[in-house]
């Protein structure tokens, strides 16, 4: 799986648009790039996945430039409620045995009011 | 629906002793995967179950071991507790053995180990 490296840490207040970018350099051919959010003492939520340009949900927007060595997953508008911790994945779509999700040690985003 | 659950809570133990955790999945899903996670840092994979068996182990000792049962729910044991196995524990359920990143987590059991 290849390693990704993200901020440690990030400051936002409500209402403004937040970006946090990961960067993959030896990212594969068939990696897809997924992100999860975390709040304290609970288990990690799928955000989004992609694999090139852009996917949106309704939670958050994903870029990915064309060399897909690095994606930015842009929160709009932030609320309190969004103060988590970030992890970017990096890893093949499909997995077969063994099912190992690889966590780094995440961005954790504070939203001040 | 109901997501992931998880028992219990939370569990406070003296080193050298027994634990055991327990998850069920979300209706419908036949995987279930375990994962710790120290404060501070990221979930670590410890194993994956699939329709009873075991489908992968992380870089953990022997001390952990885990089992799935006919109805898909899972328990995770550890033995002979030392304190680095404070942290929170975590299930995570999915459809099949394969499949996306998508998975779907529990809220963790939170393990003190004095």
């Known amino acids: 799986l290849a390693k990704t490296t993200q901020p440690i840490s990030m400051d936002s207040y409500e209402g403004q648009e937040v970006n946090i970018t990961c960067s993959h350099n030896n990212i594969a051919t068939n990696d897809y790039i997924t992100w999860y959010q975390q709040f304290p003492s609970q288990g990690p939520r799928f955000i989004i996945q992609?694999?090139?340009t852009k996917v949106t949900n309704e939670v958050a927007s994903l870029f990915i430039p064309a060399d897909r060595k690095s994606s930015t997953l842009s929160l709009p508008r932030v609320s309190l409620s969004d103060t988590a911790v970030y992890y970017c994945l990096v890893g093949p779509r499909w997995f077969n045995a063994g099912n190992m999700l690889t966590f780094g040690g995440g961005t954790r985003l504070m939203v001040k009011p | 629906d109901a997501g992931v659950t998880q028992s219990p809570t939370h569990l406070i133990k003296t080193r050298g002793q027994h634990v055991t955790l327990r998850c069920s999945p979300i209706s419908g899903h036949k995987s279930v995967s375990w994962y710790q996670q120290v404060l501070g840092q990221g979930p670590q994979f410890i194993f994956q179950y699939y329709e009873k068996e075991e489908r992968g182990r992380g870089n953990f000792p022997d001390r952990f071991s885990a089992r799935q049962f006919p109805n898909y729910s899972s328990e995770l044991n550890v033995n002979a507790l030392l304190l680095g196995d404070s942290a929170l524990y975590l299930c995570?359920?999915?459809?099949?053995?394969?499949?996306?990143?998508?998975?779907?987590f529990g809220p963790g059991t939170r393990l003190t180990v004095t």
């Open positions: 992609g694999y090139k």
């Open positions: 995570a359920s999915r459809r099949g053995l394969a499949g996306t990143y998508e998975q779907y």
